[in-house]
Nanobody, 125 residues
Framework: QVQLVESGGGLVQAGGSLRLSCAAS????????MGWFRQAPGKEREFVAR??????????DYADSVKGRFTISRDNAKNTVYLQMNSLKPEDTAVYYC????????????????WGQGTQVTVSS
């Protein structure tokens, strides 16, 4: 079983930056595919970013709404995945969730077996 804990959320002005962290424990982190999702009030949980691996090379993908502004990265030695968020917009306001799966790496939330509790990101205009 994998446990995930997000941190780094908060209140920021439009145009500002935040870095979210997701600390993982329980299994071999380097073999897990990781994703970031977000959920705003009244909306379904949506894909933000993902990173996956075949064992050596790591790949990354982003939602069109955040491409060029957000960057997903990981530090396997620290069992941590990050989401660097730059040029934040009010529409980025949501609860951000970290997700993990040993096999799948899609953009649908139900493909991931493990989830954190979420961290709130609020961007003021």
């Amino acid at each position: 079983q994998v446990q995930l804990v997000e941190s780094g959320g908060g209140l920021v002005q439009a145009g500002g930056s935040l870095r979210l962290s997701c600390a993982a424990s329980g299994r071999t982190f380097s073999r897990y595919n990781m994703g970031w999702f977000r959920q705003a009030p009244g909306k379904e949980r949506e894909f933000v970013a993902r990173t996956w691996t075949g064992g050596i090379t790591y790949y990354a993908d982003y939602a069109d709404s955040v491409k060029g502004r957000f960057t997903i990265s990981r530090d396997n030695a620290k069992n941590t995945v990050y989401l660097q968020m730059n040029s934040l917009k009010p529409e980025d306001t949501a609860v951000y969730y970290c997700a993990a799966d040993p096999i799948r790496f899609g953009v649908q939330a139900d493909m991931y077996d493990y989830w954190g509790q979420g961290t709130q990101v609020t961007v003021s205009s």
